[in-house]
């Protein structure tokens, strides 16, 4: 990645290249949600971001999301208002803003998740990739009760077998998604994985192609009364060959916003 790049740039390269792997594999950019994940972002490439149309975010972090989501909602109320304003003044004129009030921001939680911090995370989150056990889907559900909201998730699944990797096993998968079907008020929508870090290409598409198979497998039983269509694969360094398999959510953070900032030591 040319570190020269602007913020614009790298986004446009980003979505080209997701157009081209949906191209390759059949299918519409318009059918993947690119979620641009804001970990080393500065709030001002957020609202950047947001003005060049995109509208979906993610957090590793809890305390991170909720930061940051609270702070862009205040800027995004405030420039929808300005924007309206500014709308009704140039009626009739032909003139108008580039920043659309009425597409609001998503913010996806996609970090490991505690039950301890489920309930700030489901005040912000449009949809939790990070479900691994039944415990925390139960606790989801006691929180979506009392808000008396639907809450939508997808099950975390450990494809790459790694032991450091969060995610439910493969053969447990199936069994959570069935156990979640059953909650009022919590709604299984899909899956989520990581592949390893590796140099092997082929290691990461097996990695990807077991999780789409389980996928389509878990569809296939009735999962989710059919709104389970989502399947949350590929990051940086690999969400084209995720593409490729399948998903139609890829994570994206390093090749949109840029590569961590060294920090300097005194």
């Not at 994940?37 to 500065?42: D, I, P, S, T, Y």
């Not at 659309?100 to 996609?110: E, G, L, N, Q, Y």
């Not at 590796?198 to 990807?208: A, C, I, K, L, V």
Request: glycine share 8%; net charge negative.
């Amino acid at each position: 990645m040319n570190a020269s790049q602007t913020l614009e740039s790298r986004y446009n390269e980003v979505r080209t290249r997701v157009g081209e792997a949906c191209a390759s594999a059949g299918r519409t950019p318009s059918s993947v949600i690119l979620v641009a994940v804001a970990k080393h972002a500065e709030i001002d490439d957020i609202r950047e971001l947001i003005e060049l149309g995109h509208r979906d975010f993610g957090e590793n972090r809890v305390q991170q999301l909720i930061q940051r989501a609270s702070v862009v909602k205040e800027w995004f109320d405030r420039m929808s208002v300005l924007e309206r304003t500014r709308a009704q003044r140039s009626a009739g004129d032909g003139e108008g803003g580039v920043f659309d009030a009425d597409k609001p921001v998503r913010w996806h939680m996609i970090g490991s998740l505690q039950r301890n911090k489920a309930r700030k995370v489901v005040e912000f989150s449009r949809l939790i990739h990070s479900v691994d056990s039944l415990r925390l889907a139960e606790e989801l559900q006691t929180i979506a009760n009392k808000r008396d909201e639907t809450i939508d998730v997808l099950v975390q699944v450990n494809c790459s077998g790694e032991d450091q990797k969060h995610g439910c096993p493969v053969a447990a998968a199936g069994v959570l998604a069935e156990q979640i079907d059953t909650m009022i008020n919590v709604r299984v929508r899909g899956l989520m994985t990581m592949a390893a870090e590796t140099d092997n290409p082929e290691t990461t598409r097996t990695t990807f192609r077991r999780c789409r198979e389980l996928f389509e497998d878990i569809r296939r039983e009735g999962a989710g009364e059919g709104r389970f269509d989502l399947l949350s694969m590929g990051m940086s360094g690999d969400y084209e060959i995720a593409l490729e398999e399948g998903a139609n959510i890829v994570r994206v953070g390093t090749s949109i916003f840029g590569a961590k900032p060294e920090t300097v030591e005194a």
